[in-house]
């Protein structure tokens, strides 16, 4: 189990167990997935997992939206997130140079 | 007749989830603007047969998904053309190109049928993949109603996006204005499928309801879910990273 405070939480409280669940929710492992899912709900909540799930599941399809209508990110939060873009490698995702922001 | 409900879960699914689910469902069956309802449910069934697709496995797997040729395994009920399209969205998103799209529109690919079709696959994801996540089977798929679509076109244009999209000022005083109402400053990916407004509208009520309201999502003095603004904004990030999507 993952405690409050852990470094991989990224500054975000319990930051590392919603990855974990996001992770595993699009991963093939269903031990893992549960295992995910009893962690969120045994130290948040199950309101909490229940709005993580709706989180994960609406951003897996909203993914599928903007990737297959080309549509751009707008200019405006594309230079706002120009520095940690590079940083964390989302510029070097397949689609980057077509959907990267707005021609 | 399918009712979807949570109720048996241990854990408290919001009341507003489980409505917007079951309005979904609803449309779901239902002649859309250029698909009947039995294609939509086909569609629907596809998207959930491209999971199982050993190609779509093997393209997945591959430096580039061009590198594989073959057939889908597909459920017989629609054209080659709408199962490659299905199938690619539905397990490589992050790999679309404009090419892949411009090769569909060569080969007899109708616009419009396909971002309604994209419209489908996204309900069915977004409900899927909530279902997934709380460890129940994905809900079976609603009996398709009578009835012709519509074949109604907005003034989109091709302007933003690979596919043709209605401006919110190109919006203004025709038929399909209210589907900015609200929205003066309309969101590059809410006019994504506005080529077929009311995929637009069906997809964003589950939005609305499972992220949040449009007024909501920079209301960092309140808080409207069981995890906060940053946890909400963690969770999206870490799936749109695993999904390599630029967006």
């Given at each position: 189990m993952v405690g409050n405070g852990d470094p991989r939480d990224g500054g975000i409280e319990n930051g590392a167990r919603l990855i974990r669940f996001a992770t595993a929710v699009l991963g093939d492992d269903a031990g893992e997935l549960k295992a995910a899912r009893e962690d969120i709900a045994a130290v948040m909540g199950g309101a909490a997992l229940t709005d993580t799930a709706a989180v994960a599941a609406l951003f897996n399809a909203i993914d599928r939206v903007a990737d297959a209508t080309g549509i751009p990110l707008e200019d405006v939060k594309a230079e706002a997130t120009a520095d940690f873009r590079a940083d964390i490698g989302i510029d070097a995702f397949a689609a980057a140079d077509e959907k990267g922001h707005a021609a | 007749m399918t009712e979807i409900s949570y109720q048996k879960l241990p854990w408290e699914v919001r009341d507003d989830i489980t409505a917007a689910h079951r309005r979904a469902w609803q449309r779901l069956g239902q002649a859309g603007i250029w698909l009947t309802g039995a294609q939509r449910i086909a569609v629907a069934g596809e998207t959930r047969t491209a999971l199982d697709c050993q190609l779509c496995r093997d393209r997945k797997d591959a430096l580039s998904p061009n590198a594989v040729q073959g057939s889908h395994d597909h459920t017989g009920q629609l054209?080659?053309?709408?199962?490659?399209?299905?199938?690619?969205?539905?397990?490589?998103?992050?790999?679309?190109?404009?090419?892949?799209?411009?090769?569909?529109?060569?080969?007899?690919?109708?616009?419009?049928?396909?971002?309604?079709?994209?419209?489908?696959?996204?309900?069915?994801?977004?409900?899927?993949?909530?279902?997934?996540?709380?460890?129940?089977?994905?809900?079976?798929?609603?009996?398709?109603?009578?009835?012709?679509?519509?074949?109604?076109?907005?003034?989109?244009?091709?302007?933003?996006?690979?596919?043709?999209?209605?401006?919110?000022?190109?919006?203004?005083?025709?038929?399909?204005?209210?589907?900015?109402?609200?929205?003066?400053?309309?969101?590059?990916?809410?006019?994504?499928?506005?080529?077929?407004?009311?995929?637009?509208?069906?997809?964003?009520?589950?939005?609305?309801?499972?992220?949040?309201?449009?007024?909501?999502?920079?209301?960092?003095?309140?808080?409207?879910?069981?995890?906060?603004?940053?946890?909400?904004?963690?969770?999206?990030?870490r799936v749109s990273a695993l999904n390599q999507c630029v967006y």
């Open positions: - | 054209s080659d053309l709408e199962v490659e399209q299905i199938h690619r969205i539905a397990t490589d998103p992050g790999r679309l190109g404009r090419d892949w799209y411009e090769g569909l529109l060569a080969s007899g690919m109708v616009e419009e049928r396909y971002v309604e079709t994209l419209g489908v696959i996204a309900n069915i994801v977004a409900i899927d993949t909530f279902t997934h996540g709380l460890g129940l089977d994905p809900w079976p798929l609603p009996e398709a109603r009578p009835g012709e679509p519509t074949r109604k076109r907005p003034a989109a244009r091709r302007q933003l996006a690979w596919v043709p999209t209605l401006a919110p000022e190109d919006a203004i005083g025709t038929d399909d204005q209210d589907l900015y109402a609200g929205r003066p400053t309309a969101a590059n990916i809410y006019q994504a499928m506005s080529l077929v407004p009311a995929a637009v509208k069906g997809f964003f009520d589950l939005v609305v309801n499972q992220y949040l309201p449009p007024q909501a999502m920079r209301d960092f003095d309140n808080e409207y879910r069981a995890i906060n603004h940053a946890q909400i904004e963690l969770v999206a990030g």
